[in-house]
């Protein structure tokens, strides 16, 4: 059995996180609810999931995950570097939970172990 790697966290996601979380819900939402979502990802509390939990309820197939490079985000993590927070929201008709913010870092924290807890802000 593989050994969790412990992973290293900033205290809240990146400034810039939440740029990049609205310039995505917006292909989603538009302008407006992308702003609304960004500004309520700002305010929410920090919580702890599950990395293979997160990927089942946004629907993510493991097919997805293994289509990309996680390169950069795997020499950070094998670094210790802090990684950011991950940013979620909910859809309120129960679909696939929306990864807006960290996909990436998602990926390469569920390629180093399945079972690793993952920092993020969910709405």
Not at 24 to 30: A, E, N, S, V, Y
Not at 100 to 114: P, W
Request: aromatic share 8%.
């Amino acid at each position: 059995m593989r050994k969790i790697p412990k992973l290293h966290w900033l205290k809240e996601p990146d400034p810039n996180n939440y740029g990049a979380a609205e310039a995505f819900l917006q292909l989603l939402f538009g302008r407006k609810k992308a702003h609304l979502y960004a500004n309520k990802l700002k305010h929410a509390q920090m919580c702890e999931c599950a990395a293979k939990d997160i990927l089942r309820a946004s629907g993510t197939s493991l097919m997805e995950i293994q289509a990309f490079d996680w390169k950069r985000q795997q020499q950070k993590i094998n670094k210790g570097t802090p990684l950011s927070p991950i940013l979620l929201v909910r859809q309120q008709n129960g679909g696939p939970l929306i990864v807006a913010d960290g996909f990436h870092r998602l990926c390469a924290i569920f390629s180093a172990h399945e079972e690793i807890s993952v920092h993020c802000k969910i709405i």
